[in-house]
């Protein structure tokens, strides 16, 4: 195996040698300390309420893949699901501010979506039948997913001018909704209120003072109707766009304890039918662009909102379901690793992406259920990523990065690097600050104790190392035939493709010597796992 990884790696090198672009550094990575944590479940997945007639660009790339008509029974979506091991799943969208519940006393008419010139979005409102979600609920539980469901906080408002909505929020459906779902003991792990209502809105605002206040009435719903019980769901909040001070003002309108989580959504590649999109997924001066909006959520959390954390509630990297040819290819895995890579340094606790399956961006294709490229992206983060977040420098080059965590379920640290540039072969050494900071601080090191000190500059070797050889593992992330849009990911030279069961497939490392340099292709990603690293803040 060691030797066939030994040729894939060759193959994949030699555009670089061509070009005569080897570059050479160093990753140093500090265990010393936790830089932030995430949520167990980090890695999130939307359903959308879109019908298969919602079209952008000339082109209608949702089919049936809505919450109301998503085939329930397809083994491909189970056990894409199950995969994950308890894949947190986000019910929600554009569209959830117009859906009525057929439950209690439902006034209104309660029809499916329907085109409709001056809807919102271009839709009438929509109903969820109690039949389809007590469909979804088993379906939830079969899978071991966690729910987090997006409630209509447009219900009984009224618009005031052009998109901005006023009035109370009349709870009486959400509240009939959820006392059903209590009753027939449906696990929700939270509920949040609204869809991208917050600043100047998407379609629809709602000021924030107004929204502080119909939280706090939800808060109370919520408080009785789960009073007694072991678990009481979280309460998410505004699921929309950041704007400072409208998400300053609902902390302080909604006052201390009611809102358990502040969600924001990102799309910051633009959208979907822009023509640049690979150019600004490769170019590492756009991806830092979204540490403004991460950092300037975390201080107004610290400053008004501590009892809170942040989640990024929605992100498809390109908005207007994505881009076609893109979203749901290799190259878009630049894009959304290093989004959760950035988002879990800004603690971030939860990262949803739109969608699970839907539009060009889903995990799984539309039609068919096969795992897009994205898919397994997730899902090995998934895996080696643990909650702790740790610190990680080289100076490389802005278009090599790096994120390191706390390795998931075991001992020692992981890292993610992935290389922008399509030139460049990184050959880079993984060291320990601990022991570099030591050999710094040893004087007048004999011949005889080089080998000694030698081991110690490492990050797989402390305190914890013997003379036995230690292997480390790697899984380099590449496109089929190279083509950066291809939809088949290629994991240590082998294509990743389901079973013949439908099964997916394994995702095995290669073991490589621990004291070797590690490789990193031109336009490729890879996790590497060592498992003897020694770092005190994993524990």
Known sequence: MELCFGWFLLVASIPAIFAQDISHGSIVVDGTMTVAQTDDNFVCATIDWWPHDKCNYDQC???????????????????????????????????????????GNLKSPCHPFQKMKDGLFGFSKGCLHMERWDELNRFFKETGAMVTFGLNALHGRHKIKRSLWGGDWDSSNAQDFMKYTVSKGYQIDSWEFGNELSGNGIGAHV??????????????????????????????????????????????????????VMSHHMYNLGAGVDPKLVRKILNPDHLNKAAYTFGNLTHIIRRHGPWTSAWVGESGGAYNSGGAHVSNT?????????????????????YCRQTLIGGNYGLLNATTFVPNPDYYSGLLWHRLMGKVVLNVESHASPFLRSYAHCSKGRTGVTLLVINLSNQTNFIMNAQNSINLKLAANEQNISRDSFTHSLKKTFSWVGTKASDDALLREEYHLTPKDGYLRSRTMVLNGIPLELTSTGDIPSLNPVRVNVKSPITISPLSIAFIVFPNFEAPACG
């Open 207 to 260: 000021h924030a003072d107004q929204y502080g206040k119909d939280l706090v009435n939800l808060r109370r719903i919520i408080n009785e109707l789960y009073k007694g019980s072991q678990s009481k769901p979280s309460l998410v909040a505004p699921g929309g766009f950041y704007d400072e001070e409208w998400f300053v003002k609902l902390l302080q309108t909604s006052g201390f304890g009611v809102i358990d």
């Open 330 to 350: 290799f190259v878009n895995s630049f894009w959304y690793l290093d989004q959760l890579g950035m988002a879990s340094k800004y603690h971030t606790k939860v």
């Open 61 to 103: 790339p949702w089919h049936y893949t809505s919450v109301m008509n998503l085939n329930l029974s397809h083994p491909f979506l189970a056990k894409a699901i199950q995969a994950f091991n308890r894949l947190r799943i986000r019910v929600g969208g554009s569209l959830q501010d117009q859906v009525l519940y057929d439950v």
